[in-house]
């Protein structure tokens, strides 16, 4: 199985300031077509997950666009330009290379 | 638009069985595979299964697999999740989540809880 680790696990921000995650996953997340099927999505307190981001860096239909992911291969980054009050909560990297489809184990961002 | 429900949760011994539900609305569901993921209290995400959506594959979680099964009911627009021989580490909210493009979890529903607890 394709094991995905994420860094920092809290990341505390200061409001307007930015924030960023890094994920790493255990072996290249390419697939054969190509494609590279790494997704991003956000769980706010008391919900379910969102889709924020997937094959890398598109973003989802209504995601404000001060989220940006980027990178490749094995190592990938979730930007948040300015952080905002409703940005609170985990944010969990996940594959859909391989089956099965595993996640990260969540960073929570929060406010200072 | 897309609305995603789940209903079936509840408290359950271990051992025992309980199947899950989700209905679907607001999309052609026959045209999409379908995930389940589910959620320990306090813990993170776990990828359970995926269906495809003309019911043709259908892929598990090593944790689940020979124990849980997914099926779907196009004529109901309904996904299913058959939970047999229950272990207190099934117990988790488990969301269904519809897969859209290159079958990543676009939309959830909110999920219902499964207690397995004697």
């Known amino acids: 199985d394709i094991v995905m680790t994420q860094t920092p696990l809290s990341s505390p921000v200061t409001l307007g300031q930015p924030a960023s995650i890094s994920c790493r996953s255990s072996?290249?997340?390419?697939?054969?077509?190509?494609?590279?099927?790494l997704s991003w999505l956000q769980q706010r307190p008391g919900q379910p997950p969102r889709l924020l981001i997937y094959?890398?860096?598109n973003r989802f239909s209504g995601v404000p666009d001060r989220f940006s992911g980027s990178g490749a291969g094995t190592e990938f980054t979730l930007k948040i330009s300015r952080v905002e009050a409703e940005d609170v909560g985990i944010y969990y990297c996940?594959?859909?290379?391989?089956?099965?489809?595993?996640f990260g184990p969540g960073t929570k961002v929060e406010i200072k | 638009q897309v609305q995603l429900v789940e209903s079936g949760g509840g408290v359950v011994q271990p051992g025992r069985s309980l199947r899950l539900s989700c209905a679907a609305s607001?999309?052609?569901?026959?045209?999409?595979?379908m995930h389940w993921v589910r959620q320990a209290p306090g813990k993170g995400l776990e990828w359970v299964t995926i269906?495809?959506?003309?019911?043709?594959?259908?892929y598990y979680a090593d944790s689940v697999k020979g124990r849980f099964t997914i099926s779907r009911d196009d004529s109901k627009n309904t996904l299913y999740i058959q939970m047999n021989s229950l272990r207190a580490e099934d117990t988790a909210v488990y969301y269904c989540?519809?897969?859209?493009?290159?079958?990543?979890?676009?939309?959830w529903g909110q999920g219902t809880l499964v207690t397995v607890s004697s």
């Open positions: 989540a519809r897969a859209g493009v290159v079958l990543i979890p676009d939309y």
């Open positions: 607001g999309f052609t569901f026959s045209n999409y595979a």
């Open positions: 269906i495809w959506h003309d019911g043709s594959n259908k």
């Open positions: 072996q290249s997340l390419v697939h054969s077509d190509g494609n590279t099927f």
């Open positions: 094959e890398i860096s």
């Open positions: 996940m594959q859909t290379t391989q089956f099965p489809f595993t």
